[in-house]
């Protein structure tokens, strides 16, 4: 990966990254923190002391309190932290800042009499910016590797603050700066920074959980520098003034020392060094002196006034509640039937709640009255609501809901705990993406009864290699890291298929991963399997959609003992295969056909069919649309990823007129030079003569020096060959200019950014299997961001409503598959899929048309031809 460096901003942005000797990596060599470690730092603190004393003689011991909320940015990785681990994180925060942390009272003789109580108080905002209750927890669910941050993605960041003088922004993210060896943990940034608050990796937030415990002081450090505080030893290597404040020895060094991390004899300038403070890096961090106290407080009258005072308080929910409802769970995502534990927190003035009552959507029970409800269970999967609603004993009432706050999936991401499965998916931390630094988990998969056992089948295995001493992954047989170990798997040597042989049934797991490198982690399919039944039919195809004449390969997926299997491929060849592996199957003629498996053992045979697999020679009909809202790839398209790294994405929350688009970005490859494909499915224009395409496209360049390029190019032939139709570079390609060495952080976030581009295509008009790809080449510069493609038939485009023709379509939304259509004359109708695919046609009469689909639930067009006047209209069916 490119690094890319931001201007010199004084005061502003730090990050931090302790270290842990407990990895087995030797750190000595790490920059822990890049908070402006030159003169430029040095002139800017020395500013800070002279105004100082004055305020320590004010009002130096009035509690200032601050309303925060955290951003959680997810992937559902394990990242997705839960609100208990933010709530601690209050809770440290508090105990630091006001001097009652465990080790207060064990600051060495030197500097028990510059010890200081800060004053400060943080509080979990109750209120958002438009006056809603909040929990002060906020999940934001991103795609497309944005859940990593680095000191550059500012605007992504800024796109889910609240407002800087209302709030203490918290960002919790999978990793800060990727994960690269050194990697920072957290950023914190003061007022004049184009991010304030502090950005931290999710294993720094709290004590419980995810965290780890070699960061106790992680964000208390990234806060300091949001008060103004430097960094104890702002010049590395050299003595010089120090940091400027009186009562901080000058040092020429973080005091780390190779064992315990922490050198409480440190005196590298003639005075010992301050090696607690929370501004040094040391893994001793309990105290802030009272110059640094003085620092705090004037950025707190001068900088943050309008945060801490009464009005805001007030704002935010802090004060002025008779009574708050909150609550936290232990889990949040999680496999069916199995129990979420719910505990109250919630808050009062002055006087008892007496009546607790609590709603769980889709659990069981679903609703309890009391302030502690029994472990609730969810038998489906889905995300759920969760209310709950407190009284007191004046009548003073507030709730607190939070919308799809629990998730039951059978994706299982690697995190603590014992859980009881059926079948499903087992991720690393990373869920579909890198699995990160610095986590250690421990997991137990139990069968769902007594009589099965889990199987396990690893389908990609990507973990840093070497002697399995920095990332590993320990697989045991049965349900404690006390049972019998199968193995320990790192670099590529994946565990391929595992089963338990215990009398639990059981198997655990147990990950590790050091500071030092970033990489895919794995995903494997994982069931209950009764021995004493037949095995569990599954595979997977290639591709769901080839020309006439080529091939697809067949992936068996199954699971359990198999002593047989027996493929049938109607109208492929071969026809028929018996055994693990069938052979490529090639399909000679237009159509669209099943695939069936049948396994057996002694015990008996079990059959799967899908229907409908492969699609051979069919085109999509004509008009188009686009727009990345659903599932990526959408079905029948193909991404071509020669380097198998990056390649385009999906990004969610972003886009023009729409909640989501596609990235590329560029700065992440190894060379220049690389290319990308993104191939649309087959299209039909056969039947239409004047052909269009639209896209909208939003890019700036990093420099005039990285050409990157994106290009569409045509084919007729199934790929053999292809037409270059539109092929722009970088200074081309650009729609909108921003400062160099920041623009890889840009998102287009409002409509000007975007440019719609649009060619034409008619030369290609009466081809009947016409494809279209999107081709990036890296220049090594910034993120091509893509969205909204249609194709237009004579200026017509799918979604227009095209000519009135008086048509009525009642009910909409559509129950039952049931539907009136009213229509002036006699003609005829199509339903389109919102891809463009003609679902089914026939013919209207004059009056009332009762129709019945057999279409699945969703949105699709309805189009309606009559007197030449066609109009297309959307319809959800429910």
Not at 704 to 717: C, G, H, I, K, Y
Not at 826 to 838: D, K, V
Request: negative net charge; proline residues 5%; charged residues 20%.
């Amino acid at each position: 990966m490119k690094l890319k460096l931001l201007g010199m901003q004084i005061l502003t942005s730090a990050f931090i990254a302790f270290g842990n000797s407990g990895y087995g990596q030797n750190q000595t060599n790490h920059h822990y923190c890049g908070f402006s470690n030159d003169k430029l730092e040095h002139s800017a603190i020395t500013n800070i002391a002279p105004s100082a004393n004055e305020l320590r003689r004010s009002k130096a011991d009035e509690i200032l309190t601050f309303p925060v909320v955290f951003h959680i940015i997810h992937e559902n990785g394990l990242e997705n932290i839960t609100d208990d681990q933010c709530i601690e994180q209050v809770k440290q925060l508090n105990e630091d800042f006001q001097a009652y942390n465990d080790g207060f009272n064990d600051i060495i003789n030197e500097f028990s009499s510059v010890k200081a109580n800060v004053g400060l108080q943080f509080s979990l905002a109750k209120k958002d910016p438009q006056g809603n209750s909040t929990s002060g927890i906020v999940r934001h669910y991103v795609k497309g590797g944005s859940t990593q941050y680095n000191g550059e993605e500012d605007d992504m960041i800024n796109s889910y603050g609240w407002p800087n003088d209302k709030y203490l922004n918290i960002y919790v993210v999978r990793q800060a700066d990727y994960g690269n060896p050194g990697s920072p943990v957290g950023y914190g940034s003061g007022w004049a920074s184009p991010v304030t608050g502090t950005t931290c990796s999710f294993w720094a937030i709290g004590r419980t959980r995810t965290a780890s415990p070699t960061h106790p002081g992680l964000v208390t450090h990234e806060l300091g520098h949001y008060y103004n505080l430097p960094h104890t030893f702002p010049t590395p290597g050299t003595c010089g003034d120090g940091d400027g404040i009186a009562d901080t020895p000058p040092t020429d060094a973080a005091s780390q020392s190779p064992l315990g991390r922490c050198d409480l004899t440190y005196a590298p300038c003639g005075t010992l060094t301050n090696a607690q403070n929370f501004m040094d890096y040391s893994e001793c961090q309990v105290m802030f002196t009272e110059g640094q106290k003085s620092v705090i407080r004037q950025a707190c009258a001068n900088i943050y006034g309008s945060i801490n005072s009464q009005e805001n308080l007030i704002t935010t929910g802090v004060i002025g509640e008779a009574v708050s409802a909150q609550f936290w769970s232990d889990l949040i995502t999680l496999p069916k039937n199995n129990p979420v534990i719910f505990t109250d927190i919630s808050e009062t003035e002055n006087e008892e709640i007496t009546n607790y009552s609590w709603e769980f959507e889709g659990g069981s029970p679903s609703t309890h009255i009391g302030k502690t409800p029994p472990p609730i269970t969810y038998q489906s999967n889905g995300k759920y609501n969760v209310k709950l609603t407190v009284t007191t004993a004046s009548g003073e009432t507030d709730f607190e809901l939070k919308e799809d706050y629990i998730e039951i999936t059978d994706d299982l991401v690697i995190r603590d705990g014992d859980f009881t499965v059926s079948q499903g998916t087992f991720w690393d931390p990373g869920f579909d993406g890198d699995y990160g630094v610095r986590t250690n988990q421990t997991m137990t998969l139990h069968p769902e009864n007594s009589a099965s056992k889990i199987t396990m089948v690893f389908e990609d295995f990507n973990m840093e290699g070497g002697n399995c001493t920095n990332d590993y992954l320990t697989i045991f047989n049965g349900p404690t890291t006390n049972s019998p170990v199968i193995g320990t798997y790192c670099g590529t040597n994946s565990p391929g298929t595992i089963a338990s042989t215990h009398s639990s049934g059981a198997l655990t797991f147990k990950f590790s991963s050091n500071v030092e490198a970033r990489y895919p982690g794995w995903k494997a399919r994982f069931a209950s399997i009764n021995e004493s039944l037949p095995p569990i039919p599954a595979f997977e195809i290639s591709s769901t959609s080839i020309c006439e004449g080529e091939s697809i390969q067949i992936n068996d997926k199954s699971l359990g003992q198999i002593d047989q299997w027996i493929w049938e491929f109607p109208e492929g060849s071969p026809a028929s295969f018996t055994g693990a592996t069938p052979p490529e199957i090639s399909y000679a003629k237009e159509g669209i056909y099943d695939i069936h498996l049948t396994v057996s053992n002694e015990n008996g045979s079990e059959k799967i069919s899908l229907e409908n697999a492969v699609q051979v020679g069919i085109s999509a009909s004509l008009p188009f649309a686009e727009s990345f809202e659903n599932n990526f790839p959408p079905a029948n398209w193909k991404i071509v990823n020669p380097d198998n790294s990056i390649t385009w994405e999906q990004r969610i929350g972003v886009g023009n007129n729409s909640s989501s688009c596609l990235i590329i970005n560029n700065s992440d490859y190894n060379a220049t030079g690389q290319k990308d494909d993104l191939i649309m499915e087959s299209l039909d224009f056969s039947e239409h003569s004047e052909i269009s395409m639209t896209f909208d496209v939003a890019y700036t360049k990093y420099n005039n020096n990285s050409p990157d390029q994106l290009a569409v190019l045509v084919s007729t032939n199934c790929g053999e060959t292809w037409t270059n139709v539109y092929q722009k570079t970088h200074t081309e390609l650009e729609t909108v200019a921003i400062p160099t060495n920041s623009s890889n952080a840009w998102i287009p976030s409002q409509a000007d950014h975007w440019r719609v581009e649009e060619i034409n295509l008619s030369q290609f008009s009466g081809e009947s299997d016409v494809m279209i790809k999107f081709e990036n080449t890296t220049g090594f510069g910034t993120r091509i961001w893509l969205d909204n493609i249609k194709i237009k038939i004579n200026d017509i485009v799918l979604g227009d409503r095209g000519q009135s023709n008086n048509i009525k379509i009642y009910p909409n939304p559509i129950n039952n598959k049931q539907f009136n259509v009213d229509a002036p004359q006699s003609g005829n109708y199509a339903l389109y899929s919102i891809n463009g695919h003609i679902i089914e046609q026939g013919s209207l009469t004059k009056g009332k048309n009762i129709l019945n689909t057999k279409v699945s639930s969703g949105i699709y067009i309805f189009e309606s031809k009559i007197n030449n006047q066609t109009t297309r209209e959307k319809i959800i069916i429910l």
